[in-house]
C-alpha cells in the first residue's frame, strides 16, 4: 500500500466530495488505507470513514442487528495544525478483540474503551473506542489494520478444563510471583490491592470498591486468571501494553465511579497459562499503577 501523500493537502478527492469543498485530506489515500468509504463532514471539517459490518450476522433476544443498528465501525479524521487527529469505534466479535487491541497499539493509536451495546446478542459484539494524533498516513494505515483485524478469522479456542474443587495452587508462589499476599480459599486464590480517590468530599479506599482484584483457580502449571485493575486515566495505555504483553486479555475498559479525583478507570481482565506467569503479567500493571506514581 503506497501512502506517500501528503496527507494534509488534498491532492486527490473521491467522487461523494464536491470539488469544491476545501478538503484538508487526501480522503482517497485515507479510504484506501482503511478499506473503508468516507464522507466529508464540512460543518466540523472531518473526514469520516464507516465499515459495516455486513459479514456478521448478529441477532438479539429475537431481533436481526443490521450496520444502522449500531454494527458500523467508524474512524474520522480532523486536521489539528501540522498534525491529524483521529478518533473511532470499532465493531468486533469477543474473539477478534485482542488481535485488533494489538494492531491499534502496536500502530500508536490509544484504545480508550471496550464495552458492550447490545443485550442478549449472539454472537457477543463488543465496541472498542479508538483515539490518535500525528502523522496523517501513519494513523489512516493503523485504523485500517485495526479495521483488518477485526474482520479476521476466528482462532480455534485452545482447551482449558480448570474447575476450582480440584485446584492445587501454590499460595506462597503465587504470592511471590504477584508480589502481595493474597487468600487461598474453596479452591481460588485472590489478592486485592487497594487505591485511594477522593469523591463528594470524602477520600475513599479499598472497601469501597477502589481497588485491584485477582482471582486464580486451577494448577500452577494451568490457571486462570480474571479480576480488575484500577488506574489513573494516564495510565491506561502502559497497563493494555504490559497486560498484552503477557498474553492477558481486555475484557472490559470503563469508568466505575463519576465525580471522583483523580479521574479512574477500571479495567477487566482475563487470562489463561501458567500460573505464576499469570501472576506475573499481573504484577507489571501493578508496578505501573502504584500509588505516587
Known amino acids: 500500500m503506497n501512502l506517500n501523500v501528503v496527507f494534509l493537502l488534498l491532492t486527490s478527492v473521491p467522487a461523494h466530495v464536491s470539488p469544491a469543498q476545501e478538503v484538508p485530506f487526501d480522503a482517497s489515500a485515507i479510504e484506501r488505507a482503511t478499506g473503508a468509504k468516507g464522507t466529508w463532514i464540512a460543518a466540523e471539517d472531518v473526514f469520516k470513514v464507516s465499515l459495516p459490518r455486513t459479514d456478521l450476522s448478529v441477532m438479539a433476544e429475537g431481533v436481526r442487528i443490521t450496520p444502522p443498528m449500531g454494527l458500523t465501525s467508524w474512524a474520522s479524521f480532523r486536521r489539528s495544525g501540522a498534525l491529524a487527529l483521529v478518533m473511532g469505534d470499532v465493531v468486533l466479535t469477543e474473539d477478534r478483540v485482542a488481535p485488533a487491541m494489538d494492531a491499534a497499539l502496536s500502530g500508536g493509536l490509544e484504545v480508550t474503551a471496550l464495552h458492550n451495546h447490545f443485550a442478549g446478542d449472539s454472537p457477543r459484539i463488543m465496541f472498542m473506542h479508538l483515539a490518535g494524533a500525528g502523522d496523517g498516513p501513519r494513523l489512516a494505515d493503523s485504523v485500517g489494520k485495526v479495521f483488518a ?81 484500577v488506574m489513573k486515566e494516564s495510565e491506561l495505555q502502559s497497563v493494555l501494553k504490559t497486560m498484552r504483553k503477557s498474553g492477558i486479555r481486555i475484557v472490559a475498559i470503563h469508568n466505575h465511579m463519576t465525580g471522583e479525583e483523580p479521574r479512574l478507570v477500571f479495567l477487566h481482565y482475563w487470562g489463561i497459562g501458567p500460573a505464576a506467569s499469570l501472576a506475573a503479567g499481573l504484577r507489571s500493571a501493578l508496578m505501573l499503577t502504584a500509588p505516587g506514581r
Not at 477485526?150 to 480448570?162: H, L, M, Q, Y
Not at 493474597?182 to 477502589?210: C, F, I, Q
Open 149 to 229: 483485524a477485526s474482520r479476521g478469522a476466528t482462532a480455534p479456542a485452545a482447551p482449558a478444563t480448570i474447575d476450582p474443587t480440584s485446584s492445587t495452587l501454590d499460595r506462597e508462589a503465587l504470592d511471590r510471583a504477584l508480589g502481595v499476599r493474597g487468600d487461598y480459599s474453596s479452591g481460588v486464590y485472590k489478592a486485592v490491592v487497594g487505591r485511594k480517590t477522593r469523591m463528594h468530599g470524602e477520600t475513599l479506599g479499598s472497601a469501597m470498591g477502589v481497588n485491584t482484584w485477582a482471582a486464580m483457580a486451577g494448577t500452577m502449571d494451568r490457571a486462570v486468571i480474571d479480576g480488575d485493575v
